[in-house]
């Protein structure tokens, strides 16, 4: 769906939440909330409401707030809502939208290029410095790991279910997922997770602790998620704590 449906989506969706309590005999109105009211004390509810429809919107709209003028977009919402003549038809509307999400698909595949080209670049000259180093093992695929307390329980089966914590994080060292912060260790099987978790926790012993430096071409690759990037190399401590059967 694209960014523009979104919005709409999403001010459908208030606007039917509040008509269903409406319509509802049951569901008595509640009183203004006082914090609600503290927070913003000139506004009436109403303003506030809207306010917070407004930021809503805005946040849906970050990533291409540089396409959108903001006085254009007010005159849309009023026009629609208040049943002035559109500038639009909604065949016209249909055919702009297609165009500007064309636009916006070719400019973030544009992006989305030059990231996994930099990322990758990046990966490969820290693996290729980082081989060096004492301690650091590489096999035969190009996944790097060193030895941090060695276990002595069993080793995995590549097939094998597992209980893990671990810590991942990226290049410039931010933290992008971790089992220690929730507090709560993860059980994973080792055949449905990216190559080099696969390959490298069967490497593993119950009771040890390894750190993993994971080229991208055995993690998510050019299609890694919003918070990690394309081609992006990654960096996991893993405490292997029981094969779970």
């Known amino acids: 769906m694209s960014l523009v449906l979104r919005s709409a989506v999403l001010v459908a969706a208030l606007a039917m939440s509040t008509s269903s309590l409406a319509q509802t005999p049951a ?46 977009l007010a005159r849309a919402i009023q026009d629609s809502l208040s049943g002035r003549p559109l500038a639009l038809t909604e065949e016209q509307a249909q055919q702009v939208g297609a165009a500007f999400n064309q636009k916006m698909q070719t400019k973030m595949a544009a992006l989305q290029s030059q990231q996994a080209t930099k990322n990758q670049a990046a990966g490969s000259a820290f693996l290729a410095a980082n081989k060096a180093k004492p301690g650091v093992r590489t096999t035969a695929t190009g996944l790097q790991y060193q030895v941090l307390r060695q276990g002595a329980g069993p080793r995995p089966a590549a097939t094998d279910k597992v209980r893990v ?52 071409n055995l993690g998510y690759g050019a299609n890694g998620p919003q918070q990690i990037g394309p ?15």
């Not at 260790?185 to 750190?211: C, R």
């Open 165 to 216: 914590h671990y810590k991942g994080t990226l290049l410039d060292g931010s933290t992008f997922d971790s089992s220690y912060d929730r507090n709560q260790p993860a059980e994973f099987a080792l055949n449905q997770v990216i190559p080099g978790w696969t390959e490298g926790v069967a490497l593993m012993t119950v009771g040890s602790k390894y750190k993993f430096w994971i080229p991208a």
């Open 27 to 72: 569901v008595k109105p509640a009183p203004a909330h006082p914090v609600a009211a503290a927070a913003a004390p000139g506004m009436t509810e109403k303003q506030r409401n809207s306010y917070m429809i407004g930021m809503s919107v805005a946040k849906s709209l970050g990533q291409i707030k540089d396409e959108i003028d903001v006085a254009t």
């Open 231 to 245: 081609n992006a190399m990654l960096t996991f401590e893993i405490e292997l704590l029981a094969v779970v059967k």
